[in-house]
């Protein structure tokens, strides 16, 4: 049965005609699933009865709750949901799963989803990259993460969801329709009505990334971690696909001097990537793009499931020592730049972690 949640405006107005409702009933059913957001066409209490079970013969909202949490020390909670779903990949043999991570902050709380069963980019430094690639998750199963975990936290009562990042299992830009069906119904004012501004879509760098920047008012966080484009191909195979000179060549073509932000993620490798030479060569890539950089401390679990794989990488984090000289250096230089804080890291829900450990 085809699912609803995910669906546009237009494409509601459809449904709603297709079975003897009238037009205006689309609007009613997107205010159902996306701002009273219910899990049932019962508590759709507006459309007339006949209307509902035609809806059920036919349709299903498109809602479930996760299958399991864990909490951090710290707070973090990570929540492994079973994928019914992969209709932007076609259909699947067996389930496939995928893991969410609700960041509380005190005064906010942001949501990591998780946009592919897997990933296929291969970056040798993240664990999720050891999942493999298993399909691409449809606008319904994202929703779905955001819907079902900010309901859980309301209830709960925990902060309410004030920020979404696209960081979790996969490469958003390698789903790109579905991502950007996402988007335009987290912000549409018939959908969620957020603003743009609260929302950051992550990226290695590929091709696709130009139809989000056309498409999108989102923020963009682009994966660096290396400057110099050999170096950095070593650990980012798709940096054979699209240079970090290409990527930023393109973000510098577009205007990042209002409320729309870049920034770059950039994990600290002790010797590697932290040097006065890297340092250099960030200033100079970035030279004239208004821009941020975000450092990231390498997570000891990651390098552990590098030697229980017997791969012969070896990542030794930078101290923090190092990684303040280079903030500072940056920062100093005109590149506003952070130290991003570590969250979950107890329930491998950190920064390139996820690889659905709830599921055993």
Not at 43 to 54: D, P
Not at 119 to 124: D, L, V
Not at 197 to 223: N, Q, W, Y
Not at 315 to 341: A, C, V
Request: aromatic share 8%; charged share 25%.
């Amino acid at each position: 049965m085809e699912i609803l949640l995910g669906k546009t405006l237009e494409e509601l107005q459809a449904v709603a005609m297709g079975i003897g409702l009238p037009k205006f009933a689309g609007k009613q059913l997107a205010e159902w699933l996306y701002v009273r957001r219910v899990r049932s066409f019962d508590e759709m209490t507006n459309i007339s009865l006949k209307g509902r079970e035609s809806l059920k013969d036919r349709y299903l909202v498109g809602r479930h709750a996760p299958v399991r949490e864990a909490v951090s020390a710290d707070g973090t909670r990570k929540y492994l949901f079973e994928i019914s779903d992969l209709g932007a990949s076609g259909s699947q043999s067996e389930p496939q799963y995928v893991e969410s991570v609700y960041i509380p902050e005190e005064d906010r709380a942001t949501l990591c989803v998780s946009t592919q069963a897997g990933c296929k980019m291969g970056c040798r430094f993240c664990m999720t990259g050891t999942l493999g690639f298993h399909g691409n998750l449809s606008a319904a199963e994202i929703l779905n993460q955001v819907f079902e975990i900010d309901a859980m936290a309301v209830a709960d009562g925990r902060e309410a969801l004030s920020n979404l990042v696209f960081m979790g299992e996969g490469e958003p830009m390698d789903n790109i329709d579905e991502v950007l069906r996402t988007l335009t119904i987290m912000t549409a004012s018939y959908g969620c009505a957020w603003s743009p501004k609260r929302i950051t879509v992550s990226t290695v760098g590929v091709p696709a990334m130009k139809r989000f920047l056309d498409e999108s008012e989102c923020h963009l966080a682009v994966s660096m971690h290396n400057p110099f484009s050999i170096e950095r191909a070593l650990i980012m195979p798709a940096e054979k696909i699209m240079s970090v000179t290409e990527v930023v060549s393109l973000l510098k073509q577009y205007d990042w001097s209002h409320q729309r932000r870049v920034s770059f993620e950039y994990i600290c490798w002790a010797g590697k990537n932290d040097t006065p030479r890297h340092a250099k060569e960030l200033l100079r890539l970035l030279k004239g793009l208004n821009c941020r950089i975000n450092l990231i401390r390498f997570h000891e679990g990651v390098e552990d499931v590098a030697r229980t794989n017997k791969d012969e990488r070896h990542f030794p984090g930078s101290d923090e020592k190092q990684m303040e000289w280079l903030r500072d250096y940056l920062t100093g230089n005109g590149i506003t730049t952070t130290i991003r804080r570590s969250r979950g890291e107890d329930i491998l829900a950190a920064c390139g972690m996820l690889v659905n450990s709830l599921q055993h």
